[in-house]
């Protein structure tokens, strides 16, 4: 087993992240062409973490998405279902409380976050409304929800070479610079498959969430969303 299917069996798409660890962030900079960098930027500006706030970083990784809000002084805590991705995180950053967690089933209380955030890991979960319901269960009312993920370009033309770009130049680059390649095809079929920006906004209004929007970055490659958790 070298790489997930679209049905994204939770034991397939953990093996693969684990087999991508030691070279996961490297990877995701050149795929991305430097962007990544930026697109996280845009992400901790949105949960805008505060000290002694709760955040969950639900995909966190190795955790490098998770240092962000560290920095601000919130609690953060880097939840993986990944296990190799954890072992890694934890050797690099062993003062974060990485915690192993499928987002379907998070290992959490009722109303514990003051914020639930996830980068590029929502479209990897089996089921998202399952997921956004579990993320709203554990966001205190009041909180917030940040999701930044792959999208669908608004400009036409670009989204035609964008698609082109995924399904034929990605595999190659991922070949010379990732672990396991293969499960870079797989990362380009679920962007492409993936609901679109409006899309992703209604299933956030079906699991709860409040005042949902969205901005795109790079010309609609990401969006971000936000929703709210209102009080009772």
Not at 42 to 71: C, H, I, N, Y
Not at 100 to 121: E, H, Q, Y
Not at 180 to 198: F, G, T
Request: glycine residues 6%.
């Amino acid at each position: 087993m070298t790489r997930a299917s679209l049905d994204k069996q939770p034991h397939e798409v953990a093996s693969m992240f684990d087999r991508v660890a030691e070279r996961y962030d490297l990877t995701n900079d050149v795929l991305s062409l430097g962007q990544d960098r930026r697109w996280r930027k845009e992400v901790a500006r949105a949960v805008d973490a505060r000290p002694a706030q709760k955040v969950l970083d639900l995909a966190a990784g190795t955790g490098t998405s998770s240092l962000p809000f560290a920095r601000t002084g919130a609690y953060v805590v880097p939840c993986d279902f990944s296990l190799g991705m954890l072992r890694v995180g934890k050797e690099r950053t062993s003062w974060l409380p990485f915690t192993a967690g499928d987002a379907t089933r998070l290992p959490f209380k009722d109303d514990t976050f003051d914020a639930v955030t996830i980068s590029f890991g929502l479209r990897n979960v089996q089921d998202t409304d399952v997921a956004l319901r579990e993320m709203y269960r554990v966001t205190k009312p009041g909180g917030r929800v940040v999701i930044c993920e792959f999208s669908h370009p608004t400009w036409a033309p670009f989204r035609t070479v964008y698609t082109e770009y995924l399904m034929r130049a990605l595999p190659p680059t991922a070949r010379a610079v990732s672990s396991n390649p293969d499960a870079y095809v797989y990362l380009a079929e679920s962007i492409r498959a993936w609901p679109d920006q409006a899309g992703l906004a209604e299933r956030l209004q079906k699991a709860g969430w409040d005042k949902v929007a969205w901005r795109n970055l790079t010309g609609g490659v990401v969006a971000l969303h936000r929703g709210f958790k209102a009080h009772p």
